[in-house]
């Protein structure tokens, strides 16, 4: 990402004053020619040093910044498909005024730009913000729709109207007086693989040993978090046999039914490790929100955000480094919805006659009665109801929540271009698709880079790699879901590494007790925050309360919804109203 609030590059044409650079974190380098600013990681130097080389590259130790800059001179935009690592790299030709950005092709930095009639900007979301760059800015409606069903803003979207996310893989070109121009180097494509099943698991092993090497220096600090999952514990183990000095950290909850903390405990004794569990109360939950909200810039309403940010914290106290196994289960095929289509099976021999009375009949049934979702998924298609791994609010229930609800902005539209590429694909194949191009950058890395950053700590992700991506994506159905069981190939790949306990152990994700915390210790807190707040031109606020004393009673679980709103709520306070919220939060109470 082009750092916080470190870079502003602003394109223009009436002063032509083309290029302007501020920063104190983010890399920079110039030449006659051209300036390069970047921030991130690039794992392949030696690769591009060589290629360089034979190239004609005269300078001896190159930095990766003069190899880019160089090789850009050779190959121009061709150069992007090259690096591999986490980036994004903005290019400035000098003599032919040309803005060059580029984003890493999994999405783990992000950047943001501005395009008005006569300027072209390109920040983070937080400098745009602040600056107040489109003074009539407002809140993008279609934005806040899709942020209320996935939990996040998609890209390219952003909240605030007129700024916009450069896609992951993509890359775009900015001319003066032209409009900006983008374009993919990279789309993720599931192919197949033409090797057996044992030559795939050799590939895992060795080029996953390969990532966390690059990953993995012998001088710094370096810690792992570490769950009672195989992807962890993969990265783990292996960072472990390449630098036995690394320490584990375990983010649990007071709340024993929501730890995985004894599973890895026990991979920690079998391994040898140093490890330290980290201990989340409610208390300790909400006075991290708005700090976490802070530095995320973005509205997130994924309940392990929170911890994650915790974690992150008190890791940096003892390491710089820190591994996690982020992507495994979108590259390998980790989440029980995948594997869907078989408790589906059924309704295959259902008569059409009786499909659209059994789906008035789920219709009607009360929200959380046992089967409602069963008979909804069988008789609705996948198209018209997957949206990825977290579902929040459905159309009709965003009519009664968004005061200016667009009926043409539905996320089933929002898809429907991602469904068209894969429309002859297994369904469990077309979920990993949309996965891809939304869950994965939008949640999964979207966290992990944001809030390692606010710690000042470096987070590396070996399974987010195009190497692990290229054995990934050509691997079968059946190579990904068997036998009642996820991650097939990974967890056959994963044997002789990781202890034999946590071969099989089932995937639990990250919960946390938002339900019962909002009914009990967190309750006067939510209702306080829906109450008093200052987005009642979005929200209905007499809807969102409905939702919480339905909560409260125990009448239904809406704990995700009301995260939901809570986020916006507080993201809005922050951000556009610029409240200054943090006074308060290290002294609020829970009851």
Known sequence: MVYLNSFICQLNSLTREKFSYESKRD???????????????????????????????????????QIIIFLFTKRGVKLFSHLRGKFTILVWDKRNEILYGVRDRFGIESLFYVEELDQFYVSNFKSYLESRVNTNSNIELHALQHYFTFQYVPDPLTLMDGCFKLRAGHYFIKKINEPLQQFAYFTPKITSLASSREQKIKSIQETLYECVSERVPKDEKIGAFLSGGIDSTLITSIAHELNPDIKTFTIAFTEQDYSELSIAEKTVEALGLEHKKII????????SLLAMIYYLEEPLADPSAVPLYIGCQEA??????????????????????????????????????LRRPMLDLANYLPEGMRGKSFLYRGLTPLEKRYVGNAKIFDENEKRLLLNNYCPKGTTEKWLEKYFERVSTNHPMEKMQYIDWHTWLPGNILFKASRLSRAAQLCIRLPFVDKKIYDIASGLTVDEKIANNTTKVTLREAAKGIVPDHILFEK?????????KW???????????????????????????????????TGKYDHSRKLWAIIIFNLWYEIFVEETNLFEETWHISVN
């Not at 196994?325 to 021999?349: C, P, T």
């Not at 995937?507 to 339900?515: D, N, S």
């Open 27 to 65: 890399k920079y380098y110039e030449n006659d020619l051209y300036t390069v600013v970047w921030n991130g990681e690039i794992y392949n130097y030696n690769e591009l040093n060589n290629q360089a080389i034979t190239l004609g590259l005269s300078e001896l130790d190159a930095t990766i910044e």
């Open 280 to 287: 989340i109360t409610p208390e300790r939950y909400v006075r």
């Open 316 to 353: 940096k106290q003892e390491v710089d480094i820190l591994l996690s196994g982020e992507g495994a289960d979108e590259l390998f095929g980790g989440y029980e919805i995948y594997r869907e289509h078989n408790s589906l099976k059924v309704f295959k021999y259902l008569p059409r006659s």
């Open 507 to 515: 995937k639990r994700g990250f919960p946390v007790p938002l339900r």
């Open 518 to 552: 909002l009914r009990d210790e967190l309750y006067i807190w939510a209702n306080r925050n829906i109450s008093d707040a200052k987005t009642t031109e979005y929200i209905s606020k007499d809807y969102a309360l409905k939702l919480l004393n339905e909560h409260v």
